[in-house]
């Protein structure tokens, strides 16, 4: 019996396919890898630390801390109403768009009484700029009615 049958015959592979194997793996480990970093950038663009953002809003809004308190304030009350609202419908995610709109109206209504006219046109140009994807934002697909 020549080497080559021995090694098949004693590990039941030739090395090719043990190389064909571990390449396969190693393959499968760099897009894993490569598919979780991108997922975590997305998740980061999208929300990431409110803290930052407040921040954020603080320097490009020219914000006073008792400003960012109350946005704080009205950002968690919104997050409240929104939540139970979510459970209202399901608690899958689902809720009504049009109450959604409701809802971002009169979290806006609230948040222009705290700010000057010039800070809130610039808060509205932020917001529009994250729903885009700009910073802090996350690209968003065209809806299909």
């Known amino acids: 019996m020549c080497l080559k049958s021995v090694n098949k015959l004693i590990f039941g592979f030739s090395?090719?396919?043990?190389?064909?194997?571990?390449l396969i793996v190693c393959i499968t480990m760099i897009f894993?890898?490569?598919m979780s970093m991108s997922a975590q950038d997305?998740?980061?663009r999208r929300g990431g630390n409110?803290?930052?953002?407040?921040?954020?809003?603080?320097?490009?809004?020219?914000l006073e801390d008792?400003?960012?308190?109350?946005l704080k304030a009205i950002d968690t009350q919104f997050?409240?109403?929104f939540q139970k609202a979510r459970e209202q419908n399901g608690g899958n995610g689902g809720f009504n768009p049009e109450e959604m709109?409701?809802?971002?109206?009169k979290r806006n209504e609230r948040v222009k009484t705290i700010l000057t006219?010039?800070?809130?046109?610039?808060?509205?140009?932020?917001?529009?700029?994250?729903?885009?994807?700009?910073?802090?934002?996350?690209?968003?697909?065209?809806?299909?009615?």
Do not use: F, H, W
């Open 79 to 81: 997050r409240a109403e």
């Open 66 to 70: 008792a400003q960012v308190d109350s």
């Open 101 to 105: 709109q409701k809802m971002n109206e």
């Open 50 to 62: 409110p803290e930052q953002r407040y921040e954020q809003m603080k320097k490009e809004l020219g």
């Open 42 to 44: 997305r998740q980061g």
């Open 15 to 22: 090395k090719n396919l043990v190389m064909k194997r571990i």
């Open 117 to 145: 006219d010039e800070q809130y046109t610039k808060y509205l140009e932020l917001q529009q700029s994250q729903r885009r994807g700009g910073p802090g934002g996350g690209q968003r697909p065209p809806r299909q009615n």
């Open 32 to 34: 894993v890898c490569a």
